[in-house]
């Protein structure tokens, strides 16, 4: 738990981990917990609160991996004066109740149909959740573009809808957000530098087969008589493709 205890809040530091080959930088609660190698079965356990909380929410592990600890370091006096675990469990059940009811009293409502004040609150929640990360200098740079990315998502938000494409050179503040779907490289094949980058409402053909030729598994050759039967066997293969693609179009 003291490993991640620095880590927390907008002063928090990073920590660098090595093990085996791999060098790990990094502030995050769950990214820890996951290199070290912890044996205590109730370590294992914030271990896994941690990967729970990342999975279910993508933030707040460093949180949820201290306040699980401090609730294990008052626990352990009672257990010491045998109180029963039950017990101890029933108060902390209680507890929760008393904090979640006093969250809802001091909650702040924004109404949707106020688009402005609606916007303006989700930039600060997404500039308090950068605020801890190596970007926090600029923040206010990707608060607008983090809001864009998730009001772009139907009301049933999934988060595996958003990706982070990292392509190296150029600066932080050259990132953009692009409004449908990015490859963060293209299809390599010659002459691929001449496709276009980009296309506006494209309609796209999702298949379950492969439109090229796969080679025989066994072994298998041609033979020809006549090196001018080569380009007939070519002209073969391409007509095969050619009627595939026919046939997604109608």
């Given at each position: 738990m003291e490993s991640v205890r620095t880590t927390?809040?907008?002063?928090?530091?990073?920590?660098?981990?090595?093990?085996?080959?791999?060098?790990?930088?990094?502030?995050?609660?769950?990214?820890?917990m996951g290199l070290l190698d912890i044996v205590h079965p109730a370590a294992k356990t914030l271990v896994d609160i941690s990967l729970s909380q990342d999975a279910e929410v993508g933030d707040g592990t460093t949180s949820v991996v201290l306040l699980g600890g401090?609730?294990?370091?008052?626990?352990?006096p009672f257990i010491e004066e045998n109180m029963?675990?039950?017990?101890?469990?029933k108060s902390y059940?209680?507890?929760?109740?008393?904090?979640?009811?006093?969250?809802?009293?001091?909650?702040?409502?924004v109404s949707e149909t106020d688009s402005v004040a609606y916007r303006q609150m989700l930039e600060r929640v997404a500039g308090t959740a950068l605020n801890s990360k190596l970007i926090s200098s600029q923040k206010h740079f990707f608060s607008p573009m983090v809001v864009d990315a998730i009001l772009s998502l139907d009301t049933d938000m999934d988060i595996s809808m958003v990706g982070v494409?990292?392509?190296?050179?150029?600066?932080?503040?050259?990132?953009?957000?692009?409004?449908?779907v990015a490859f963060k490289k293209t299809f390599s094949y010659a002459g691929f530098e001449q496709m276009p980058k980009y296309f506006k409402n494209p309609k796209i053909l999702l298949?379950?087969?492969?439109?090229?030729?796969?080679?025989?598994?066994?072994?298998?050759?041609?033979?020809?008589?006549?090196?001018?039967?080569?380009?007939?066997?070519?002209?073969?293969?391409?007509?095969?493709?050619?009627?595939k693609l026919d046939k997604c179009v109608q």
């Open positions: 927390l809040g907008p002063r928090g530091m990073d920590k660098l981990i090595h093990k085996g080959n791999k060098t790990t930088i990094s502030n995050d609660g769950a990214t820890i401090e609730f294990l370091r008052q626990a352990k029963h675990p039950q017990t101890i469990i059940r209680k507890a929760c109740q008393l904090a979640v009811q006093k969250i809802r009293e001091i909650q702040v409502r494409k990292k392509v190296p050179g150029g600066s932080v503040t050259d990132s953009f957000l692009v409004k449908g298949l379950n087969v492969e439109l090229e030729l796969k080679s025989e598994k066994e072994n298998a050759e041609v033979r020809l008589d006549d090196p001018s039967q080569y380009q007939s066997i070519v002209d073969a293969e391409w007509n095969i493709i050619y009627d």
